[in-house]
């Protein structure tokens, strides 16, 4: 159970930034 929160952590770090990135295209296809 302990290794859940940890998991998560590292889970959310790999997508935040993927986040962004898809964020950073959408609105780049946005203006164009």
Same mark, same amino acid.
């Given at each position: $159970? *302990? *290794?859940? #929160? !940890?998991? *998560? !952590? +590292? $889970?959310?770090? @790999?997508?935040? #930034?993927? *986040? +962004? @990135? /898809?964020?950073?295209?959408?609105? /780049? =296809?946005? =203006?164009?």
């Amino acid at each position: $159970l *302990d *290794d859940e #929160p !940890g998991s *998560d !952590g +590292k $889970l959310k770090e @790999l997508t935040n #930034p993927i *986040d +962004k @990135l /898809y964020n950073m295209q959408a609105t /780049y =296809f946005a =203006f164009t």
